[in-house]
């Protein structure tokens, strides 16, 4: 009778190996099935300085470019601008800054470059991060470029809410109208 417990235990010891072998082997064919990710053969890079700086209402040009450096032509690729508030750790609403958000690429050949050039107007005074993405079709991994950095200045401006113009002809006027009426007074004095 001692070797029943023995034997059930060496059966449910194999059986357990047997379990586990066949889970291993099928979570390796899963792993075949699965289509591997091939690299994105997509290069992007900002020409541009690390650090664009200028005063809000100032126009800078962000340079860069995007190589297909696979052995094959890549067509309908879009690329596009992401800008972050750094400060505020938000992303940014580009409507403002660049009325180009998305350039859109047909067909990039194998080994082509190609420049990239974006007009951004720095709206608001701050500290921002810029990357260029690019999304070919068919891909679900899009390629991020290198990150240039926005230093934005406030404006000065010297007539807030056109204030001057009140604030220089009230004092003005004022003084019109006094000597005008120490004219009239002195006028009438002497006749």
Same mark, same amino acid.
């Given at each position: 009778?001692?070797?029943?417990?023995?034997?059930?235990?060496?059966?449910?010891?194999?059986?357990?190996?047997?379990?586990?072998?066949?889970?291993?082997?099928?979570?390796?064919?899963?792993?075949?099935?699965?289509?591997?990710?091939?690299?994105?053969?997509?290069?992007?890079?900002?020409?541009?300085?690390?650090?664009?700086?200028?005063?809000?209402?100032?126009?800078?040009?962000?340079?860069?470019?995007?190589?297909?450096?696979?052995?094959?032509?890549?067509?309908?690729?879009?690329?596009?601008?992401?800008?972050?508030?750094?400060?505020?750790?938000? !992303? *940014?609403? /580009?409507?403002?800054?660049?009325?180009?958000?998305? =350039? $859109?690429?047909?067909?990039?050949?194998? #080994? @082509?470059?190609?420049?990239?050039?974006?007009?951004?107007?720095?709206?608001?005074?701050?500290?921002?991060?810029?990357?260029?993405?690019?999304?070919?079709?068919?891909?679900?991994?899009?390629?991020?470029?290198?990150?240039?950095?926005?230093?934005?200045?406030?404006?000065?401006?010297?007539?807030?809410?056109?204030?001057? !113009? *009140?604030? /220089?002809?009230?004092?003005?006027?004022?003084?019109? =109208? $006094?000597?005008?009426?120490?004219?009239? #007074? @002195?006028?009438?004095?002497?006749?």
């Amino acid at each position: 009778m001692s070797e029943t417990p023995s034997l059930r235990s060496r059966f449910r010891a194999w059986l357990c190996l047997a379990v586990l072998a066949s889970g291993l082997g099928a979570l390796g064919l899963a792993a075949e099935a699965q289509p591997s990710s091939a690299p994105n053969p997509l290069v992007i890079e900002i020409l541009s300085p690390d650090l664009l700086s200028g005063t809000a209402g100032d126009y800078v040009t962000v340079r860069a470019q995007i190589v297909n450096a696979g052995p094959q032509a890549l067509s309908d690729i879009t690329t596009y601008l992401s800008l972050v508030d750094t400060q505020n750790k938000m !992303p *940014v609403d /580009l409507e403002d800054w660049s009325a180009e958000r998305g =350039l $859109f690429i047909g067909t990039i050949e194998s #080994r @082509q470059t190609l420049p990239l050039f974006w007009k951004i107007h720095f709206v608001k005074a701050g500290t921002y991060e810029l990357v260029v993405v690019a999304n070919p079709a068919g891909s679900r991994t899009p390629q991020v470029s290198t990150m240039t950095r926005f230093q934005v200045s406030p404006k000065r401006n010297l007539n807030p809410g056109q204030v001057l !113009p *009140v604030a /220089l002809g009230t004092p003005l006027v004022l003084i019109l =109208l $006094f000597l005008i009426a120490t004219y009239k #007074r @002195q006028r009438r004095e002497t006749s």
